[in-house]
């Protein structure tokens, strides 16, 4: 069957730059799963995006599907036919809508009973008879939140579409997608190039676009074309561009002939702290700063242009007059806001609330004092400039600075604390204390910064989950999640002795919300698995394997170090020759204990002891359960399970020579104390028995 390459090209009005990738991918991905099921063979597919266009290309396409023999069951013998063996209603309908006489139907026998059947040969269709459709259904599944209309057309799409092309080869495909029949007209770039032309084959579509439409589909090529570009202009001012790989992507998403071009401002600006004038270049302008060799900030920026001027000294111009008020903005706010100190701001957070049920900013800033002076106290910090920066940290929202660039905040509060005259240690923490923002993110380098950061994140779990309003499906709108990944990234990667059952009952202790004992108890469980889940997407993340995950968690511990430190001894103890057997021992002994616990002596008499493995398997718990006392102690975890895997003989040796559930009850209820002082030793670590291999 012959094959040939298939290009499908959408082209719309300027696509949601931000969502370009996301769709082109999702394109692809839809019409390649409708080929599979559709039984089409092909070779690579590959996406294209620019602006005003979503594109595939297929290589090595069948141009038919494959004829299959489909099996049409149908009614079952008994209704099928009446008691004198004449065809039915029933069997005659099938058998009509088959196009056949219910003579020559099959009989189907199973052991639920027997029906009619029909081997009928399906006709592989065409791919000019499946495109149209497979196309608009690939289009309709598409991630798309509010899809629009235009015009008096019925269809909706996220954009208005104007041309559609299906090309086979050098074959047009006919049928209408998204209301618009098909044709060979590809638009090209809206003011260089041809506007418009005519593409003869699928293959020549990427080259066509580039040298006649004077539009670079491929996205990634276009990217790589425009880092290159502003590398070599940033080099050029003896400088280093500061790209930033979200901004990449979107200014990638919104220009189809990218051209870099260098624009200066005035030094004066650079008095400005620099990260509110990356902030505005970058989030306001799509601007790509320069730094100087020492990371300083230079009085330059890349932008990227979407057409070759004759004249780029206008286009410069123009850029450059229109970041300038934004420059000037900042200047003006940055010196606005120096004239008031964030102690000064700390009465108006009063009038800002946090949340309804948990009091307004200012409360929080309290709650987040209190908690940052215990948790100092406990990483060996400086808890008054601990707590003296937590009271502070979000007094910065209140300036004119953080409420017109709303990323800084935190940020512009250690510039103000340092002008303000506090010491660099508090100006550091409030600097320090949202991070991590994002996964990935640095963390704060100071004891005092990461007191207050995880107080502040403590601080909202507990607050949110006190009034039940956790996160649901993908709805987190206090970023709980991202809070809960910052404390333990904070206490694990920082080796801290925090335990978080505690910081949480602190936490829950100063909240606005009455809760008994029981409840406040019984938030902190939700808290805890809250966490767990975090923990085990965290680690496995890392390639721990989640059986050792789950061994670990199983045991409820509630400091992160004290996890990790849980995880890498079972991972190791998991790598050792014995590892396996002790684990299905663990495994058979925790069913014998569950099934036996009303039969458990209340403590283990060595008097009773009848066989010799039963004897040695003690000594062996004995003098282990002392060695071990000290390394428990020290959390020297992985030493623990090291010399527990000696062990795997004795126990070994018990199971083969020794009946358990004896038949005089006082030997069995020992022998079952015996067992549960073998898993208790055990269990100080984790619960082996989950391990897998």
Known sequence: MSTNSLLVEIGTEELPPKALRQLAQAFADNVQKALSEADLAFGQIKWYGAPRRLAIVINELTEQAPDKTVEKRGPAIKSAFDS???????????????????????????????????????????????????????????????????????????RPVHTVTMLYGDKLIQGEVLGIESARTIRGHRFMGEAEFQLTHADEYVQMLDLRGKVIVDYERRKAIIREQI?????????????????LEEVTSL???????????EEKYLDVPAEALIYTM????????????????LPRFIFIANIVSKDPIQVIRGNEKVVRPRLADAEFFYHTDRKLKLEDRLESLGNVVFQQK???????SQRIASLAETIAKQIDANAEQAKRAALLCKTDLMSE???????????????????????????????????????????????????????????????????????????DPFALRRAALGVIRIITEQNYPLDLVELFNDALRNQPVHLSDQEQAQVVEQLMEFIYARLRAFYQEQGVDISVIQAVLARHPSAPTDIANRLNAVSHFRSLEPAQALASANKRVANILTKNEAQIAPALDESLFVDSEERQLA???????????????????TQALTELASLREPVDEFFVKVMVMADD??????????????RELFLKVADISLIQN
């Open 401 to 475: 600075m953080v409420m017109e660039f709303t990323d800084i905040q935190g940020t512009m509060g250690m510039y103000y604390a340092h002008h303000d005259g506090e010491p660099d240690t508090v100006a550091q923490a409030i600097g320090e204390h949202y991070q991590p923002r994002f996964s990935g993110d640095t963390l704060p380098q100071s004891k005092e910064g990461a007191a207050v950061a995880i107080a502040d994140k403590i601080d909202t779990l507990a607050g949110i989950f006190a009034i039940k309003m956790p996160p649901k499906g993908d709805k």
């Open 282 to 297: 970058k989030d306001n302008q799509k601007y790509f700063p320069i730094l100087d060799p020492n990371g300083k900030l």
């Open 665 to 678: 009850p006082k030997l069995a209820a020992n022998r079952l104390a015996l067992l549960a002082k073998l």
């Open 358 to 364: 948990l009091g307004t900013l200012l409360d929080k």
């Open 231 to 247: 590398e070599a202009e940033a080099a050029r001012e003896n400088g280093i561009a500061d790209i930033d790989e979200d901004l």
């Open 619 to 637: 000594e062996h718990i004995n003098e282990l359960s002392q060695q071990l006392a000290p390394l428990f102690e020290q959390g020297n975890y």
């Open 84 to 158: 004198e063996g004449n065809p039915t209603k029933a069997a005659l309908g099938w058998a009509r809508s088959n196009g056949i006489d219910v003579a020559d139907a099959e009989r189907l026998k199973t052991d639920k009973g027997e029906w009619l059947l029909y081997h009928a040969e399906v006709k592989g269709e065409h791919i000019n008879q499946l495109l149209p459709n497979l196309v608009n259904e690939a289009l309709a599944k598409l991630p798309i939140p509010k899809p629009m209309r235009w015009g008096a057309r019925s269809t909706q799409f996220i």
């Open 255 to 265: 220009v189809e002939w990218p051209v870099a071009m260098v624009g200066s401002f």
